[in-house]
């Protein structure tokens, strides 16, 4: 039973536009989520983060979106750049107040064409 | 200055030996952890210790050993390998085990197993 989803695998788009990346859960008691980047070779790197007190948290050129009654966020990157090409995974901490047991979704692959 | 460093990067070996996988991190953080991305790459916990001590085991068969020799390391001894533990398998470490704790990840394992 996967709790967090990212059903699109990739996403392609040109420099300079925006980038959606989205996320799915089904378990309501998810009170943080969690974007890491991961390049190949590389392991994952935090990117930005929200608590479900929030329904926005912006840092730079991201921003994460939570729309807790839909059960899904997203992270805007605006505006894209070639080095923003990587894989973005969304997490979740399974226990609440307690980063230790994080749920990765599958990931999705994006590509930023210059 | 590596953060979290693994070793060794790859890993091939036969179906039915045994192997240990290397992890320090230079951070001074009081927890780590191992993830295994499997061929969906899906990100999954494996163990989690904090100041040598186990706080997290998930259905891991016990064939996977975790040891700690002190809160900078965390190993990862695999005995009688199989097909199936073919994957990527990531350290990781934070500060603490709470929310607000960033994990940091090492550039992962490719595991290999013939």
């Known amino acids: 039973d996967q709790q967090v989803k990212q059903n699109s695998p990739s996403l392609s788009v040109q420099e300079g536009r925006i980038s959606i990346l989205n996320c799915d859960y089904t378990n309501s008691m998810f009170d943080y989520f969690l974007w890491y980047k991961k390049y190949p070779a590389e392991g994952p790197t935090f990117l930005i983060s929200?608590?479900?007190?929030?329904d926005k948290n912006e840092d730079g050129r991201f921003t994460v979106f939570l729309n807790k009654s839909a059960k899904h966020l997203s992270l805007h990157i605006v505006p894209s750049q070639p080095g923003d090409s990587a894989v973005y995974f969304c997490a979740a901490p399974k226990v609440a107040g307690n980063t230790g047991k994080l749920i990765f979704g599958q990931g999705t692959t994006l590509q930023v064409k210059p | 200055d590596t953060a979290v460093s693994q070793t060794p990067k790859y890993l091939v070996t036969q179906m039915g030996n045994d192997k240990s996988i290397k992890c320090e991190q230079n951070l001074g953080h009081d927890t780590m952890y191992w993830y295994k991305q499997d061929s969906k790459k899906f990100l999954k916990i494996m163990f989690s210790?904090?100041?040598?001590?186990?706080?997290i085991n998930e259905t891991v068969p016990n064939r996977f050993s975790p040891k700690s020799p002190d809160k900078a390391h965390l190993n990862l001894h695999i005995n009688s390998l199989e097909l199936g533990d073919s994957a990527v398998y990531f350290c990781?470490?934070?500060?603490?085990?709470?929310?607000?704790?960033?994990?940091?990840f090492g550039p992962g394992t490719r595991l290999t197993v013939l």
């Open positions: 990781a470490s934070s500060h603490g085990g709470l929310t607000a704790d960033t994990q940091y």
């Open positions: 929200i608590s479900s007190i929030k």
């Open positions: 210790y904090n100041n040598k001590e186990l706080i």
